[in-house]
Nanobody, 123 residues
Framework: QLQLVESGGGLVQSGGSLRLSCAAS????????MGWYRQVPGKERELITF???????NYLDSIKGRFSIGRDNAKTTWYLQMNSLKPEDTAVYYC?????????????????WGPGTQVIVSP
């Protein structure tokens, strides 16, 4: 199984920066890609960025150039560096992972959502 815990959220002024962390434990070897999601009231949770095992990344257009995703060398902690924050970035942020399609990892429980971390950007 995989456990994910997000942290680092808080209240920040428009134009400021924030660094979110995603601590992973359990079957981290089964992670194929890691992504960051966010959800605002009344809207669906959306994927905003992800990173694969080779370090390749992809970003939602609205955050590209402002946010960046990264990971530590042990691949147990992922980060979301958020710069030039805007009020519309206000949301609950989550991390989650795609599972690699191997026989061993196919057996491990997945589809876990952590508690998320709230980001509020004031005007």
């Amino acid at each position: 199984q995989l456990q994910l815990v997000e942290s680092g959220g808080g209240l920040v002024q428009s134009g400021g920066s924030l660094r979110l962390s995603c601590a992973a434990s359990g079957d981290t070897h089964c992670i194929l890609t890691m992504g960051w999601y966010r959800q605002v009231p009344g809207k669906e949770r959306e994927l905003i960025t992800f990173i694969d095992r080779s370090g390749n990344t992809n970003y939602l257009d609205s955050i590209k150039g402002r946010f960046s995703i990264g990971r530590d060398n042990a691949k147990t902690t992922w980060y979301l560096q958020m710069n030039s924050l805007k009020p519309e970035d206000t949301a609950v942020y989550y991390c989650n992972a795609d599972k690699i399609a191997t026989p061993t990892c196919a057996k491990t429980p997945w589809n876990y959502w952590g508690p998320g971390t709230q980001v509020i950007v004031s005007p």
